[in-house]
């Protein structure tokens, strides 16, 4: 199969002050987009091949290398795209909202893992929110990696390399993943992830 960049599930200045509409011009059109480039280059002799973006993730990560990167690069990216829409974030509702009380104790409890472990993730990386074993965890990741390959089931996530943040927050992590938990976080997404956990 071939990577396609994704259009944006919302327009490019849907998510403004957060997310300005330059961040997107670079972080969409240019990076991701050469994750998509670079792994089709990679996959056309890597003798790789699945029917669906979760299961090449998979088989990548045996190959390792650039290879992986560039194809779980892309699975991120348009994972991250999905974990956000306009005017979303805060307390959420529907099934997630009772499965954060019960594993995490609140809503508060949740957000402060979530920010604290983007912002203690060491360089370029992520951090998700999945479910792994029936429980709701906060994980973190470094450079490509995701939790699709460990078992877990991805629900959300936040890019937190500084291609993602730095020309609306400069060093200013924590206040990038605090408006990501408060004002963009999509949990009309995570609650269909979670209903196919
Ligand atoms: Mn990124």
Same mark, same amino acid.
Not at 22 to 46: C, I
Not at 59 to 83: I, R, T
Not at 99 to 119: L, N, P, R, T, Y
Not at 169 to 196: C, G, H, I, M, T
């Given at each position: 199969?071939?990577?396609?960049?994704?259009?944006?599930?919302?327009?490019?200045?849907?998510?403004?002050?957060?997310?300005?509409?330059? =961040?997107?011009?670079?972080?969409?059109?240019?990076?991701?987009?050469?994750?998509?480039?670079?792994?089709?280059?990679?996959?056309?002799?890597?003798?790789?091949?699945?029917?669906?973006?979760?299961?090449?993730?998979?088989?990548?990560?045996? +190959?390792?290398?650039?290879?992986?990167?560039?194809?779980?690069?892309?699975?991120?990216?348009?994972?991250?795209? +999905? #974990?956000?829409?306009?005017?979303?974030?805060?307390?959420? #509702?529907?099934?997630?909202? +009772?499965?954060?009380?019960?594993?995490?104790? #609140?809503?508060?409890?949740?957000?402060?893992?979530?920010?604290?472990?983007?912002?203690?993730?060491?360089?370029?990386?992520?951090?998700?929110?999945?479910?792994?074993?029936?429980?709701?965890?906060?994980?973190? =990741?470094?450079?490509?990696?995701?939790?699709?390959t460990d078992g877990a089931t991805p629900l959300a996530v936040c890019d937190v390399w500084e291609h993602a943040y730095y020309l609306d927050y400069q060093n200013r992590?924590?206040?990038?993943?605090?408006?990501?938990?408060d004002n963009l976080l999509n949990w009309d997404f995570v609650n269909e992830n979670l209903s196919k956990a």
């Amino acid at each position: 199969m071939k990577l396609e960049l994704p259009e944006l599930p919302y327009a490019s200045d849907a998510l403004e002050p957060h997310i300005s509409a330059e =961040t997107f011009s670079y972080h969409h059109g240019k990076h991701h987009n050469t994750y998509v480039n670079k792994g089709n280059e990679l996959l056309a002799d890597a003798g790789v091949d699945a029917d669906n973006l979760e299961d090449l993730v998979k088989a990548c990560k045996k +190959k390792g290398g650039p290879l992986f990167n560039n194809v779980a690069q892309h699975y991120n990216h348009d994972f991250f795209w +999905k #974990s956000m829409a306009p005017n979303a974030g805060g307390k959420p #509702s529907g099934d997630v909202a +009772k499965k954060i009380d019960q594993d995490f104790g #609140s809503f508060d409890e949740f957000k402060k893992a979530f920010v604290d472990g983007g912002a203690t993730q060491f360089g370029s990386g992520w951090v998700w929110l999945v479910s792994d074993g029936g429980k709701l965890k906060v994980v973190k =990741t470094a450079n490509a990696d995701t939790p699709l390959t460990d078992g877990a089931t991805p629900l959300a996530v936040c890019d937190v390399w500084e291609h993602a943040y730095y020309l609306d927050y400069q060093n200013r992590r924590p206040d990038f993943l605090n408006a990501f938990v408060d004002n963009l976080l999509n949990w009309d997404f995570v609650n269909e992830n979670l209903s196919k956990a």
